[in-house]
């Protein structure tokens, strides 16, 4: 596979940036498999923005050649007070539930690798953390604890601070070319390549993905006016899909009933595109791959059936009105469930691990 086809594959959608594509060339260019990671705190149920866009991306890693690491960051979960900040639990969920999430989606253990954080972190490791944090002021540093999934004012506990220095010394000590993960995280990955040019490190590769749109609409201050980095922060957290409020997200083993459910009472407004969830799944999960159709089941009255060929021919007809928020959610549901099926039947089989 030549190297623009590789790159292609990286830049693919829901990538929303990759800093920068010149450096990914390099890397091509240079190593047959490059190594990535992508890390996730170990914070409860798997939806599609943490589950389901990761496994497709790390399905077209894979195809570029991409050697990639699925990093389980209990430490970092710990320090956030995730599952109630009980370090054991967050570890037995991590190898039991959290790893299984993405087996269910088709990645193969073996062709990616599932790194426990807390097992491979040494005194190098640690030693790493503060020369990062000696290259970095205090206010830099709570500038960062955004992505933590909190406001700089909510990050109070002083070991948030060690969560930014500890997220770019993860990427050393994985020794990766390419660190992947969505545009709430962007700030460490730019910390982490400045710090590598004033210490003589490797610096890696960023790709960050579309962070996927909460069920129930846009955050309150997301509404586009000019606004300071901070209230930016949280308009971002506030949009997104998230775990921590059920109803905005759709986790990858949901029922069908509730995946239609979900959907139904979803944010789709007539005629706009831009921030509209049941659009981004359509585009991003249901019509992603060459060849999808989506058909579209409505009354003769209603302009009858019909199937659209492309993700963007389907955008254009809710653009201009003739595609109905209900008709859209209705077949984004249908085939969404499909899509979430493999999921939904591994699960089936192994329940016990739904409850933690």
Known sequence: MDIE???ELVKRAPTQEVITEKEL???FENYSHPKHYIGFEISGMV????????GLKIK???EAGVKPTIFLADYHAWINGKLGGDLEKIQKVAKGYFKSAFLSLGLEEGKVEFVLASEIYDKEYWKDVLKISKETTIARMLRCTTIMGRTQKDATDSAAILYPA???ADIWKLDVQIAHAGMDQRKVHMLSREVSEKLGKRKVVAVHGKLLSGLSGPGRMDAGAVQGEEEKDAAMIA????????DSAIFIHDSEEEITRKVAKAYCPEKAV???????????FVMREKGSVLKISRPAKFGGDVEFASAQEAKMEYLQGKLHPMDLKAAVARELGAVLKPSRDY???RKEMLVF
């Open 5 to 7: 086809r590789k790159v």
């Open 25 to 27: 060339r390099e890397v």
């Open 47 to 54: 939806h599609l923005g943490s589950g389901l866009c990761t």
């Open 60 to 62: 077209d890693l894979l």
């Open 166 to 168: 500890m997220q770019a």
């Open 239 to 246: 949009g997104k899909m998230s775990k921590s409020k059920p």
């Open 274 to 284: 831009e921030g509209n969830p049941v659009i981004e799944m359509m585009e991003y």
């Open 347 to 349: 699960f089936e089989k």
